[in-house]
């Protein structure tokens, strides 16, 4: 069904707001330009809430994580010389970032760059998993000490 990701973004803000506090972590949500993507709610709630869980356990002294929905018309399909015209969810964090010879394996199941106990190293590749039901991604960029941004990319539909 037809899914705004500005709801989403709200949704999962909403949701995770009492952790982030907890955690000093202060969530904005910016709506460049909505989206209508064609997915399961609840599933890319799921992928949303795993990346700002993520996202919050990366600023161990807190900080802002930031949502921020846009649209993108040519958005390049990963191993394609194809692009579609997509809906984007960024979540920015200002945490400490991941070391490049880590970013590739992020979304292998059970890898994590956690301490023991702090995860199962399987939230990136159920997310990544979603968005790939839906015939979308997830990409991924980190500066080491400065943070990481991960974007869910959707197809869009019309309204």
Same mark, same amino acid.
């Given at each position: 069904?037809?899914?705004? +990701?500005?709801?989403?973004?709200?949704? *999962?803000?909403?949701?995770? =707001? @009492? +952790?982030?506090?907890?955690?000093? /972590?202060?969530?904005?949500? =910016?709506? /460049? &330009?909505? @989206? &209508?993507?064609?997915?399961?709610?609840?599933?890319?709630? &799921? *992928? /949303?809430?795993?990346?700002?869980i993520n996202a919050i356990h990366a600023m161990p002294d807190g900080g802002t994580l930031k949502l921020r929905v846009r649209v993108d018309e040519r958005a390049p399909k990963p191993d394609s010389t194809r692009s579609i015209a997509a809906g984007v969810l960024e979540v920015h964090d200002e945490g400490t970032g991941i070391p490049a010879a880590a970013l590739e394996h992020i979304f292998e199941p059970f890898y994590t760059?956690?301490?023991? %106990?702090? %995860?199962?190293g399987l939230g990136l590749s159920v997310a990544r998993g979603i968005a790939e039901e839906y015939d979308g991604w997830i990409t991924a960029s980190s500066t080491e000490g400065e943070g990481s941004c991960f974007s869910i990319v959707l197809p869009r539909v019309s309204a």
């Amino acid at each position: 069904a037809p899914v705004k +990701l500005s709801e989403v973004a709200s949704r *999962a803000a909403r949701l995770l =707001d @009492s +952790l982030a506090r907890k955690n000093k /972590v202060a969530i904005e949500v =910016d709506v /460049v &330009q909505d @989206s &209508q993507v064609s997915c399961d709610h609840a599933l890319i709630e &799921q *992928a /949303v809430t795993n990346l700002m869980i993520n996202a919050i356990h990366a600023m161990p002294d807190g900080g802002t994580l930031k949502l921020r929905v846009r649209v993108d018309e040519r958005a390049p399909k990963p191993d394609s010389t194809r692009s579609i015209a997509a809906g984007v969810l960024e979540v920015h964090d200002e945490g400490t970032g991941i070391p490049a010879a880590a970013l590739e394996h992020i979304f292998e199941p059970f890898y994590t760059t956690k301490p023991e %106990g702090r %995860g199962t190293g399987l939230g990136l590749s159920v997310a990544r998993g979603i968005a790939e039901e839906y015939d979308g991604w997830i990409t991924a960029s980190s500066t080491e000490g400065e943070g990481s941004c991960f974007s869910i990319v959707l197809p869009r539909v019309s309204a």
